[in-house]
């Protein structure tokens, strides 16, 4: 992403440079992703993989702003779910 923001091309080319970054981290993040039987694991981290790909388009692009927003908004729901998953295994197993 560095390269094309530095380089002189026109929008259209930016994007697509883009589109092929995010989707490149999509397929590995997709790879992350286990079903065992009847639950499925990996879904945060994929989520949490292509959220990374983003706060690195927005830096290279110098958007900080966004980079932080996108990495506090990734922190907090991480903690969340966390907690929300915490819960609901402790009432599962009484």
Not at 17 to 27: A, E, K, R, S
Not at 41 to 61: D, E, F, K, P, R
């Amino acid at each position: 992403m560095l390269v094309a923001a530095q380089q002189t091309l026109d929008v259209a080319s930016q994007s697509r440079i883009l589109v092929g970054v995010m989707t490149g981290i999509g397929f590995i993040g997709g790879g992350s992703i286990i079903k065992e039987a009847a639950t499925v694991h990996g879904t945060a981290t994929a989520a949490s993989l292509w959220n990374m790909g983003a706060i690195g388009a927005a830096v290279a692009y110098g958007n900080y702003g966004l980079a932080v927003l996108l990495s506090i908004l990734n922190y907090l729901t991480l903690f969340v779910m966390s907690l929300i998953e915490t819960k609901f295994k402790r009432d599962g197993d009484a």
